[in-house]
């Protein structure tokens, strides 16, 4: 008896997590790429604004700052001094960043950041951090926004700036 | 008899716990930062996709939903479906979606709006466009204008689309 409860108990998991794992209408369909969502970075190498505005403002080393994200948002207000250097989630953008990093040794202060989506939803960092980790750079921080650059940085009032550079 | 139920019991229990964690772990974030002012909307020409300009003023006497999105944003991902089926059903009510998308190149967006059968005009969006309606620094953005011209309410990040179909309706 309790066997056929196992089994049972057994299909009804399996079910569950199946249903579970089936993509949303619509969603799937238009990220036939697979997503590496910003929740895969470990909470170690998370810096958060207030956090980097500091970094920033001190009168050390500044880090090497590089937008993963969406060109147009870049324009729209990026951290004064931060690199533009295109979506993290795509391959041309990683080559971008392969090149720009070269010449820096692996000890550089890296922080990427993003800021187009929720924290969750932004497919941008992770690939970012992986490439750099693998380069074998051993200080890349990424930039923790929970919401989104608007509601995470321009509406704190840190520091922005407008356009290409 | 119990001894039988339990293990049943238990096994409901089970999958309810995984389904509800899943459904509590999918859960729409609600944007902390919404706007509502009484300015009027800014007016803007844009070429939409289909090769018509799309002027905003054009469509004055309506209540608009000026989405501005973009393709590899999820949480418009999840809107837009339910913008598609809020233009049917509410357009004899004076309802216009516009959307705006942030996309670099018009191929992608193309492409997305027939795989979502999108059913109201879109444009690529402008730095222009974005700056008039006070920045654009994340998306989604949905903004409710009213049928006078002005903006009712702005609203960054996914927002609670219940919510946002109320604000809507209550301006039809």
Same mark, same amino acid.
């Given at each position: 008896?309790?066997?056929?409860? @196992?089994? &049972?108990?057994?299909?009804?998991?399996?079910?569950?997590?199946?249903? %579970?794992?089936? +993509?949303?209408?619509?969603?799937?369909?238009?990220?036939?790429?697979?997503?590496?969502?910003?929740?895969?970075?470990?909470?170690?190498?998370?810096?958060? +604004?207030?956090?980097?505005?500091?970094?920033? !403002?001190?009168?050390?080393?500044?880090?090497?700052?590089?937008? @993963?994200?969406?060109?147009? %948002?870049?324009?729209?207000?990026?951290?004064?001094?931060?690199?533009?250097?295109?979506?993290?989630?795509?391959?041309?953008?990683?080559? !971008?960043?392969?090149?720009?990093?070269?010449?820096? +040794?692996?000890? *550089?202060?890296?922080? %990427?950041?993003?800021?187009?989506?929720?924290?969750? !939803?932004?497919?941008?960092? *992770? +690939?970012?951090?992986?490439? %750099?980790?693998?380069?074998?750079?051993?200080?890349?921080?990424? &930039?923790?926004?929970?919401?989104?650059?608007? *509601?995470?940085?321009?509406?704190?009032?840190?520091? *922005?700036?407008?356009?290409?550079? | 008899?119990?001894?039988?139920?339990?293990?049943?019991?238990?096994?409901?229990?089970?999958?309810?716990?995984?389904?509800?964690?899943?459904?509590?772990?999918?859960?729409?974030?609600?944007?902390?930062?919404?706007? =509502? /002012?009484?300015?009027?909307?800014?007016?803007?020409?844009?070429?939409?996709?289909?090769?018509?300009?799309?002027?905003?003023?054009?469509?004055? /006497?309506?209540?608009?939903?000026?989405?501005?999105?973009?393709?590899?944003?999820?949480?418009?991902?999840?809107?837009?479906?339910?913008?598609?089926?809020?233009?049917?059903?509410?357009?004899?009510?004076?309802?216009?979606?516009?959307?705006?998308?942030?996309?670099?190149?018009?191929?992608?967006?193309?492409?997305?709006?027939?795989?979502?059968?999108?059913?109201?005009?879109? =444009?690529?969006?402008?730095?222009?466009? =974005? $700056?008039?309606? /006070?920045?654009?620094? /994340?998306?989604?953005?949905?903004?409710?204008?009213?049928?006078?011209?002005?903006?009712?309410?702005?609203?960054?990040?996914?927002?609670?689309?219940?919510?946002?179909?109320?604000?809507?309706? $209550?301006?039809?």
């Amino acid at each position: 008896m309790s066997f056929r409860f @196992v089994r &049972l108990g057994t299909t009804c998991v399996i079910f569950c997590l199946t249903a %579970l794992s089936m +993509p949303q209408k619509g969603l799937a369909q238009w990220n036939p790429n697979q997503i590496q969502p910003a929740t895969a970075l470990s909470q170690s190498v998370l810096i958060q +604004p207030a956090e980097l505005v500091k970094a920033l !403002q001190s009168s050390k080393i500044k880090p090497v700052v590089l937008n @993963v994200g969406p060109k147009m %948002l870049y324009q729209q207000a990026h951290i004064p001094g931060a690199e533009f250097i295109g979506q993290g989630s795509d391959s041309e953008s990683i080559k !971008q960043m392969r090149a720009r990093v070269q010449s820096l +040794p692996h000890s *550089t202060v890296i922080v %990427l950041y993003c800021g187009c989506c929720p924290w969750a !939803q932004c497919p941008n960092v *992770t +690939p970012a951090y992986t490439e %750099l980790r693998r380069l074998g750079f051993i200080n890349v921080k990424v &930039l923790y926004i929970a919401d989104n650059l608007g *509601t995470d940085w321009v509406y704190k009032g840190y520091p *922005t700036v407008r356009g290409n550079n | 008899m119990a001894r039988r139920i339990f293990p049943l019991l238990l096994v409901i229990a089970l999958c309810a716990i995984i389904l509800i964690f899943a459904i509590w772990n999918n859960r729409p974030t609600i944007a902390p930062h919404t706007e =509502a /002012g009484a300015e009027l909307a800014p007016d803007f020409t844009l070429k939409a996709l289909d090769g018509t300009p799309l002027k905003l003023s054009d469509y004055r /006497g309506k209540v608009i939903l000026l989405d501005f999105w973009a393709t590899w944003c999820a949480p418009c991902q999840e809107e837009i479906p339910r913008f598609v089926e809020w233009q049917s059903k509410y357009r004899d009510r004076g309802l216009q979606v516009i959307g705006l998308s942030m996309d670099d190149s018009p191929e992608s967006v193309q492409k997305f709006s027939r795989e979502f059968r999108m059913n109201y005009p879109i =444009a690529l969006g402008t730095q222009d466009v =974005a $700056s008039k309606y /006070g920045g654009i620094f /994340g998306l989604p953005v949905n903004i409710v204008i009213g049928r006078d011209g002005k903006i009712k309410a702005k609203h960054l990040g996914m927002y609670d689309l219940m919510q946002l179909e109320r604000e809507l309706t $209550s301006q039809l």
